[in-house]
């Protein structure tokens, strides 16, 4: 992740992902080591490092914004893995549809929805 300027935690707006790799994003001309949440009001730094912290307190500020998105995408890092029952239900209480795929996967149907103008949102764990 080499170029453009530092990301700082909250970037406002809605922006494609241009790049992730290397534990890290690049968006809106910037850069972000570390995973990244996408959400209506912009894109910010996300404590979950791992599958394992995938809990309902990693998804509050998700949930904060859920009445302004129809579909929030997970991005688990380099391959599928599925949310526990209890998050399922959890994320289910924000009236939005999730799909669980890999980090690549849910960053390139992000791009795809945004450039429709759809309520999306992405919660992506960073890959190496």
């Known amino acids: 992740m080499s170029g453009g300027r530092r990301y700082e935690g909250f970037v406002p707006g809605r922006h494609a992902i241009d790049s992730y790799g290397g534990g890290g994003f690049r968006f809106a001309d910037m850069s972000h080591r570390g995973s990244i949440l996408a959400l209506p009001s912009g894109v910010r730094a996300w404590s979950a490092r791992s599958a394992a912290d995938l809990t309902a307190d ?23 893995v599925f949310l526990d029952e209890e998050l399922r239900l959890f994320l289910k209480t924000g009236n939005m549809a999730v799909d669980v795929m890999s980090t690549g996967s849910a960053a390139r149907v992000y791009n795809i929805m945004v450039g429709e103008n759809r309520r999306v949102a992405a919660a992506l764990l960073a890959v190496e």
């Open 58 to 80: 990693a998804f509050a500020e998700v949930m904060a914004e859920a009445a302004e998105i129809d579909t929030l995408l997970i991005g688990t890092g380099p391959g599928l």
